[in-house]
């Protein structure tokens, strides 16, 4: 019940297109979602957040949607360059812990 | 400027010879965290601290252990290290639910 679903495991898609990563949980009690984004020999760092109370954050060029009932959120890149290929982390934390629970990870490749 | 340094970056050690990672923030923050990173299993956390003198465990704490003296510093110790431990570590820290800034990891090999 504590699992945060990534998928897919990884994503290669052309310059100028749309990457896509999805992540679905099973705690209700979840109240944020963090995105991180993770370049070799670095450490994560926040790309967007959302809470349950909203369906959609953009933020440039990247989107977060949210479907509460289906306890599902997922990264939408729009316009994906080359200099966005990295892996990205979905999570989740619920309000009064600093628990945060990641997915495994997508991945991503943009092709020139 | 806003840093969280860990240390060291790298280490091999050998099975049972208890080692110290250091980690430091110098941006107030409250809240600091432990995580470990393998392939397919993504992060993890292993222990987290909400203030000085207050910590509680996350999703994989068992052989570590962690202090939290100073509000700046948060050492993950590992007492008597196994060949399971292998693994990429980041600390990280945030003022409240914040954006959480991570360190540049330290990659720890356990013969």
């Known amino acids: 019940q504590q699992q945060v679903k990534q998928s897919p495991q990884s994503l290669i898609v052309q310059k100028g297109g749309i990457s896509i990563i999805n992540c679905a949980y099973e705690?209700?009690?979840?109240?944020?979602f963090p995105w991180y984004q993770q370049f070799p020999g670095k450490g994560p760092a926040l790309l967007i957040a959302i809470r349950p109370d909203v369906s959609e954050k953009k933020e440039g060029r990247f989107t977060i949607s949210f479907n509460k009932s289906a306890k599902q959120f997922s990264l939408h890149i729009m316009d994906s360059q080359p200099g966005d290929s990295a892996t990205y982390f979905c999570a989740a934390t619920t309000s009064g812990t600093y628990k945060y629970i990641f997915g495994t990870g997508t991945r991503l490749k943009v092709l020139a | 400027e806003a840093q969280v340094t860990q240390n060291p970056r790298y280490l091999i050690t050998v099975t049972g010879k208890k080692l110290t990672v250091t980690c430091s923030q110098n941006m107030n923050h409250e809240y600091m965290s432990w995580y470990r990173q393998d392939p397919g299993l993504g992060l993890r956390q292993i222990y987290y601290s909400m203030n000085v003198e207050v910590t509680d465990k996350g999703d994989v704490p068992e052989g570590y252990k962690v202090s939290r003296k100073e509000k700046r510093n948060f050492p993950l110790i590992l007492e008597s290290p196994s060949p399971n431990q292998t693994s990429l570590y980041f600390c990280a820290s945030s003022e409240g639910r914040g954006i959480q800034y991570f360190g540049a990891g330290t990659r720890l090999s356990v013969l």
């Open positions: 705690n209700t009690a979840f109240d944020y």
